[in-house]
Each structure stands twice: as C-alpha cells, then as structure tokens.
C-alpha cells in the first residue's frame, strides 16, 4: 500500500514564526502536492513538484514556498506564518498516470 | 473557466437506503478521482475513473467522459459511510502534471 505521511497532525505557532511542514512518500512517486482546505473554500493547490528541485506555483502560493531535495520528501514552509494561514494542510503524491495518494492531515493554528 | 460542479451539496439518508452522487466538468479529463473524507481529515480513494465503470463493494462509478460527468454510487449505506465525498479532475490542458482540481465536495449523514 501506498503510504504518505506528514509530520504532524495538529500544530500551533505564533504569528511571524517559521514554519515547515513535512511529507513523506514511500511509493518512489515523481509528483508531490501540497493542497490547503478551508470551510467553503475547498481545497487548493498551493505548490506542487514534478521531480527533485522542480517545483511550480499552484493556485495559491503567496505566503508559501517549497523543498524538495529528496524524491520522496516534500516540505512546505510558511517563512512568516500569518492567522490568515491557519488551515488544514494536505500532501499528496502519484506517479506517473496513477492516482493521487493522500497523507492525513495537517490541522495549523496560527496565533 | 474551468469548473467542477457537485450534487448535492448536502445528503441526510437512513442506514440502508441508496444514493447518487453526481459531478459534472466543464472541459476534456486525464483523470477522474472519487474520494472519502472521513471525520478526522484523511482523503480516503475511492475510485480512479477517467472513463467507464468500477465496483469495489457497495459503492460503484460510472464516468462518461463524452459527456463530461461521473456518478458515484452507494448502496446499503452505513452510518460510516458518513463524511464529505470529494469528485477531482485533472483536465487535459495540465499537461500530465496530476494537478487535480476539487469539487466542493458532497456531505454525506447517514442515521441510525
């Protein structure tokens, strides 16, 4: 079975703080995802990457940036984490024509 | 612009009863997912159906890609079938980067 994990479930910080937010996938997955979603907003793509070092801007990517060093991790970081970003955290991966595979969750609040 | 449109937004059944899901897309598809939110958070797949028909127990899929919509079937609901089912679609113009774009999603309650 397909496996991704994320660092944590529930995290809290304050305003300003940085942030990094990790995924892990086991499956030897090309593509990564990182989506948020938000009551009435659904979900959205925030950033996603394709390979090692590639990544591109999702729908919405003010405020965030990526890593990825290793083909299976995949970090968001929020460089100055703001209320506005208080949000559930999702990570995905697929390979190639597959489904997309998601990881549990992380629930953010940012003071 | 492109869009994925679920029905309805909100479903209340009794254990037992069947239901019908429906998503409609505004343009050609790669890919068709059908996922399940389960009360703590977790995108559950339930089907991968850019075209056709597929079972997996009481739940079944039918996409007709020519006519750009997909039905998602549950029979015999549970009260843990209980949750948000999301329809994802990555169209064509993305060029295979598996980008999905999501439904509002359709909140399934299933009583006792």
């Known amino acids: 079975d397909v496996k991704v994990t994320q660092s944590s479930r529930y995290l809290v910080k304050r305003t300003g703080e940085k942030v990094f937010l990790e995924c892990v996938q086991d499956m030897d997955h090309e593509n990564m995802f990182w989506y948020r979603q938000d009551p009435g907003l659904g979900l959205r793509l925030i950033y996603f990457?394709?390979?090692?070092?590639?990544?591109e801007k999702g729908d919405i990517p003010e405020g965030y940036s990526v890593s990825r060093e290793k083909k299976e991790r995949f970090s968001l970081i929020l460089e100055s984490a703001s209320t506005n970003q208080t949000s559930m955290y999702l990570c995905?991966?697929?390979?190639?024509?597959?489904?997309?595979?998601f990881g549990p969750g992380t629930r953010l609040l940012v003071l | 612009g492109i869009q994925v449109e679920q029905s309805p937004p909100d479903l209340i059944l009794q254990e037992g009863a069947n239901s019908t899901l429906r998503c409609n897309f505004s343009d050609s598809v790669n890919n068709l997912q059908w996922f399940h939110q389960n009360p703590w958070g977790q995108l559950i797949n339930l089907f991968y159906?850019?075209?056709g028909t597929k079972q997996n127990g009481r739940l079944s899929a039918t996409t007709v890609a020519t006519e750009r919509y997909s039905l998602l079937y549950i029979s015999s609901s549970q009260t843990t079938d209980s949750g948000v089912y999301f329809c994802?679609?990555?169209?064509?113009?993305?060029?295979?980067?598996?980008?999905?774009?999501f439904g509002q999603g359709t909140t399934l309650q299933v009583k006792p």
């Open positions: 995905a991966s697929r390979g190639l024509q597959e489904t997309q595979y």
């Open positions: 990457s394709y390979d090692v070092k590639m990544k």
């Open positions: 994802a679609v990555e169209f064509h113009g993305s060029g295979n980067t598996g980008k999905l774009i």
């Open positions: 159906i850019p075209s």
